[in-house]
């Protein structure tokens, strides 16, 4: 069973990427932007803390991160995490997450790409998307975020012997053939 995280910036194509690799190897996918941007969308308590947060490019805690991936794992099928985990305390936790299912990470894939690409990319999505925190000065923001909370994780990972950096400036499928060759 694949478990699976791909790890990068914002705006390198996790999600893309991610949503590939999951239809490819038959794996859930697990985004933490998608079920935060859910949360919000229901307009709970959490929902507007989570909207506070994701508006001023910070991360919401570790625990509220690790309660929703929780509650997504399905102990009978493999996953590929996209914006999980973002903190070395919540690369601990998934490991006690999945040793508690007797499980354990196969691989980490980096995706690399410079900031002034990833920012091209942040302006260029941000005409579709509508997202809140696909401004200029927000997005700035989350990189700071991303260089000082999840870039240790490429260490932690690497320690491991885990981890595999792939340049995610190429065409989409190229990207994804890379990973699917790394996986299989």
Avoid at 150 to 164: F, M, R
Avoid at 169 to 178: C, N
């Amino acid at each position: 069973m694949l478990n699976v995280i791909l790890l990068g910036p914002p705006g390198v194509g996790k999600g893309t990427q991610s949503s590939n690799i999951a239809r490819h190897f038959e794996l859930i996918h697990i985004s933490t932007g998608e079920l935060l941007r859910e949360e919000m969308a229901q307009g709970t308590p959490l929902g507007l803390q989570i909207q506070q947060l994701m508006d001023s490019g910070q991360y919401v805690s570790d625990d509220i991160a690790c309660g929703l991936v929780r509650r997504e794992i399905d102990p009978t099928r493999g996953l590929v995490l996209d914006g999980f985990p973002r903190t070395i305390p919540q690369a601990e936790t998934l490991d006690q997450m999945l040793a508690g299912l007797g499980r354990k990470l196969d691989r980490v894939i980096e995706l690399r790409a410079d900031h002034p690409t990833l920012i091209q990319r942040m302006m260029d999505r941000a005409k579709t998307s509508g997202r809140a925190d696909d401004t200029p000065e927000i997005f700035g923001e989350r990189l700071r975020t991303y260089d000082a909370k999840t870039a240790p994780l490429i260490k932690y990972y690497s320690d491991k012997g885990l981890l595999v950096s792939i340049d995610s400036l190429d065409k989409i499928p190229v990207v994804t053939q890379r990973i699917i060759s790394v996986l299989e």
